[in-house]
């Protein structure tokens, strides 16, 4: 009996153990190695190439079949990017119906000629824009395997983002280009269908050559390593150098990237610039006299951008970085981005500023953008308003007011959903859009409010330098905050993420009672939140009484010295009314707000301050 009982709790150690054992390495990474040796044919747009792919299986699983995206294939005729586009209440005005007009030779493909599995043919089929591989050889945990394919492509006609001859007249923008392994890890494999959005990636390295008729101009993703044979502004920037006739083969090669774009194009200027103690940045625009003037500004404007990017968030983590005219608006990559050339100066540094704040957001943290758009587009947006505010010379706060309006616009027209949802299934594009930018700002602009300044950008660098090249989640980026101001936070991501609930905070009443004035603060909303209240008395005094949330179990830090602050008890989330008892007689107040910073969403900010000087010490809220 006695040898039954110490089996028995042998094996209950060991499943603790490998319990254990799993919750600590569930975040292993898959890795991917690309060698690909492709020619454009400029005049058919056709590309033919090769693609070596060593694929490396860090998880705890055998795969018996692996994922790849076929983007182009969504620029066809009925596609579902096509169908989605043509039936979406508001569909992307660059879109529309447009892929349903295509002609043969307008359409993009890929088509699979060949796949051999370490030398052995695979068994594949194509369904939209996912390519599903069947293997010969089950892929074992921990281990690796060679992947050898043979391919041919069309580039399509420039829709979106991806294609040929774009409206401002740029050749080739090289976009989800190529067959691209999707990530597996521990949610399973993520083949998406190309719809319309966002992307997922897999951490690798990429060594990329590229043959093209030799008048053609190539910028993008990683290093050129035969710029000497190359010329035109590699070796001596803002010169021409003669180039041989025929075709040439460009050789880039990048580390520890995501992805792999580049655009081309025969008149292109290129331009120089080095950050202080960061990348070189390269800069790729038309010989046109329209915009050479706004491109040459734009280009100190990068630089102050990128200094404060570093100093504010984390250090940029690659040597280089490209800005290339091209795509339709902006779009990031690893190491460059696409934009819109054609752009007044503020147009252009916004969208600038914009698309390069998504190398930390999205080359480098680089979370699953698809399931997590506002994690990305919605960090990016914070951190780029705030850098334009600096290069601007405007407040903080109203660089962000712009993603308060919008969200405010998107509750009054009833179009609000979770933002937790994948970036392809909002029912309207402006849910989508406005939910992933403007609450993704908002999510981090109250996290300040929430937490204090300094523990927020604090907890933004520890966030990046901790969980880069790592696909953090949200509950990653929660974990470091709470971590950093000693706060429970998982309640605020929870409302705010999942849920549709709004911030209402009122003052109901405001009473003088004797020496004291008794005020009553509503919760209207079901959004809970800490709440700061300012009083303004007639002596020009101010005291700022902080009432905590009981969510948080703790307070924020005190922030300006030289305002009073009156610590209150917290105030539990399941009671609609608190009540603040004022050592002050009302009649000795001019104005009381709730919230001053202005930094809570708060859907109807007109019961949030009492001016009592005007209507009396007897205050009751009579607008709900």
């Given at each position: 009996?006695?040898?039954?009982?110490?089996?028995?709790?042998?094996?209950?150690?060991?499943?603790?153990?490998?319990?254990?054992?799993?919750a600590?390495?569930?975040?292993?990474?898959?890795?991917v190695?690309?060698?690909?040796?492709?020619?454009?044919?400029?005049?058919?747009?056709?590309?033919?190439?090769?693609?070596?792919?060593?694929?490396?299986?860090?998880?705890?699983?055998?795969?018996?079949?692996?994922?790849?995206?076929?983007?182009?294939?969504?620029?066809?005729?009925?596609?579902?990017?096509?169908?989605?586009?043509?039936?979406?209440?508001?569909?992307?005005?660059?879109?529309?119906?447009?892929?349903?007009?295509?002609?043969?030779?307008?359409?993009?493909?890929?088509?699979?000629?060949?796949?051999?599995?370490?030398?052995?043919?695979t068994?594949?089929?194509?369904?939209?824009?996912?390519?599903?591989?069947?293997?010969?050889?089950?892929?074992?945990?921990?281990?690796?395997?060679?992947?050898?394919?043979?391919?041919?492509?069309?580039?399509?006609?420039?829709?979106?983002?991806?294609?040929?001859?774009?409206?401002?007249?740029?050749?080739y923008?090289?976009?989800?280009?190529?067959?691209?392994?999707?990530?597996?890890?521990?949610?399973?494999?993520?083949?998406?269908?190309?719809?319309?959005?966002?992307?997922?990636?897999?951490?690798?390295?990429?060594?990329?050559?590229?043959?093209?008729d030799?008048?053609?101009?190539?910028?993008?993703?990683?290093?050129?390593?035969?710029?000497?044979?190359?010329?035109y502004?590699?070796?001596?920037?803002?010169?021409?150098?003669?180039?041989?006739?025929?075709?040439?083969?460009?050789?880039?090669?990048?580390?520890?990237?995501?992805?792999?774009?580049?655009?081309?194009?025969?008149?292109?200027?290129?331009?120089?610039?080095?950050?202080?103690?960061?990348?070189?940045?390269?800069f790729?625009?038309?010989?046109?006299?329209?915009?050479?003037?706004?491109?040459?500004?734009?280009?100190?404007?990068?630089?102050?951008?990128?200094?404060?990017?570093?100093n504010?968030?984390?250090?940029?983590?690659?040597?280089?970085?490209?800005?290339?005219?091209?795509?339709?608006?902006?779009?990031?990559?690893?190491?460059?981005?696409?934009?819109m050339?054609?752009?007044?100066?503020?147009?252009?540094?916004?969208?600038?500023?914009?698309?390069?704040?998504?190398?930390?957001?999205?080359?480098?943290?680089?979370?699953?953008?698809s399931?997590?758009?506002?994690?990305?587009?919605?960090?990016?947006?914070?951190?780029?308003q705030?850098?334009?505010?600096?290069?601007?010379?405007?407040?903080?706060?109203?660089?962000?007011?712009?993603?308060?309006?919008?969200?405010?616009?998107?509750?009054?027209?009833?179009?609000?959903?979770?933002?937790?949802?994948?970036?392809?299934?909002?029912?309207?594009?402006?849910?989508?859009?406005?939910?992933?930018?403007?609450?993704?700002?908002?999510?981090?602009?109250?996290?300040?409010?929430?937490?204090?300044?300094?523990?927020?950008?604090?907890?933004?660098?520890?966030?990046?330098?901790?969980?880069?090249?790592?696909?953090?989640?949200?509950?990653?980026?929660?974990?470091?905050?709470?971590?950093?101001?000693?706060l429970?936070?998982?309640?605020?991501?929870?409302?705010?993420?999942?849920?549709?609930?709004?911030?209402?905070?009122?003052?109901?009443?405001?009473?003088?009672?004797?020496?004291?004035?008794?005020?009553?603060?509503?919760?209207?909303?079901?959004?809970?939140?800490?709440?700061?209240?300012?009083?303004?008395?007639?002596?020009?005094?101010?005291?700022?009484?902080?009432?905590?949330?009981?969510?948080?179990?703790?307070?924020?830090?005190?922030?300006?010295?030289?305002?009073?602050?009156?610590?209150?008890?917290?105030?539990?989330?399941?009671?609609?009314?608190?009540?603040?008892?004022?050592?002050?007689?009302?009649?000795?107040?001019?104005?009381?707000?709730?919230d001053?910073?202005?930094?809570?969403?708060?859907?109807?900010?007109?019961?949030?301050?009492?001016?009592?000087?005007?209507?009396?010490?007897?205050?009751?809220?009579?607008?709900?």
């Amino acid at each position: 009996m006695l040898h039954c009982k110490k089996l028995i709790l042998a094996f209950i150690t060991l499943g603790a153990s490998c319990l254990l054992s799993n919750a600590q390495d569930y975040r292993w990474q898959q890795r991917v190695e690309y060698i690909m040796d492709i020619r454009l044919d400029v005049k058919t747009h056709h590309i033919v190439g090769t693609q070596k792919l060593t694929y490396y299986n860090n998880s705890k699983d055998t795969l018996a079949k692996v994922y790849y995206h076929l983007y182009f294939n969504a620029f066809q005729p009925n596609s579902m990017m096509d169908v989605r586009s043509r039936n979406i209440a508001d569909p992307d005005g660059r879109v529309t119906d447009r892929i349903s007009k295509l002609k043969d030779d307008e359409v993009g493909y890929q088509h699979i000629l060949a796949l051999k599995q370490d030398g052995k043919e695979t068994e594949y089929r194509v369904d939209g824009t996912v390519l599903e591989v069947t293997l010969p050889k089950p892929l074992l945990p921990g281990t690796k395997t060679v992947f050898d394919m043979k391919f041919e492509s069309q580039v399509p006609v420039q829709i979106r983002r991806s294609g040929r001859n774009n409206s401002e007249g740029i050749a080739y923008s090289m976009t989800q280009w190529y067959p691209k392994m999707a990530e597996y890890d521990f949610q399973g494999w993520h083949a998406y269908q190309y719809i319309a959005r966002e992307f997922h990636g897999v951490w690798g390295d990429f060594d990329v050559k590229i043959k093209i008729d030799s008048a053609f101009i190539i910028a993008g993703t990683g290093k050129l390593m035969n710029a000497d044979k190359i010329g035109y502004g590699y070796e001596k920037p803002g010169t021409a150098v003669k180039r041989a006739d025929g075709e040439l083969t460009w050789n880039f090669v990048a580390k520890n990237v995501i992805d792999f774009a580049w655009a081309a194009d025969p008149d292109y200027i290129h331009d120089r610039a080095q950050v202080l103690n960061g990348p070189e940045l390269h800069f790729f625009y038309q010989r046109n006299d329209k915009i050479i003037d706004n491109w040459k500004k734009m280009e100190d404007y990068a630089l102050k951008h990128f200094r404060f990017m570093n100093n504010t968030f984390g250090k940029y983590p690659y040597e280089s970085y490209s800005i290339i005219q091209g795509g339709d608006g902006g779009m990031e990559y690893p190491m460059c981005t696409l934009i819109m050339g054609e752009e007044d100066l503020d147009g252009l540094v916004g969208v600038m500023t914009h698309e390069t704040a998504h190398s930390w957001y999205q080359a480098a943290l680089a979370s699953n953008e698809s399931l997590y758009p506002w994690m990305d587009e919605g960090f990016t947006d914070f951190a780029s308003q705030e850098s334009e505010a600096l290069l601007f010379d405007m407040p903080i706060h109203d660089a962000h007011m712009g993603s308060y309006g919008a969200y405010f616009m998107l509750i009054r027209r009833g179009l609000q959903e979770p933002i937790s949802q994948h970036a392809d299934h909002y029912n309207t594009s402006m849910a989508y859009g406005i939910g992933s930018y403007a609450m993704g700002t908002i999510f981090l602009n109250q996290l300040k409010y929430i937490i204090g300044d300094a523990n927020f950008y604090k907890g933004m660098r520890i966030y990046f330098n901790a969980w880069k090249f790592r696909h953090p989640e949200p509950n990653d980026f929660i974990r470091v905050m709470e971590k950093v101001s000693g706060l429970q936070l998982k309640w605020y991501m929870g409302y705010w993420i999942n849920t549709t609930k709004k911030i209402d905070y009122s003052i109901k009443t405001v009473v003088e009672k004797g020496s004291n004035t008794i005020v009553t603060l509503e919760r209207l909303g079901d959004f809970p939140m800490p709440v700061d209240l300012l009083i303004t008395y007639k002596d020009g005094s101010k005291e700022l009484y902080y009432i905590p949330l009981n969510e948080t179990s703790g307070k924020k830090p005190v922030e300006d010295k030289l305002l009073k602050r009156m610590d209150l008890t917290a105030w539990p989330w399941v009671n609609p009314i608190y009540t603040v008892e004022i050592n002050r007689k009302a009649s000795d107040i001019v104005t009381m707000e709730i919230d001053p910073s202005q930094c809570m969403a708060d859907v109807e900010r007109k019961n949030n301050s009492v001016d009592i000087a005007n209507t009396g010490t007897a205050y009751q809220n009579v607008t709900r």
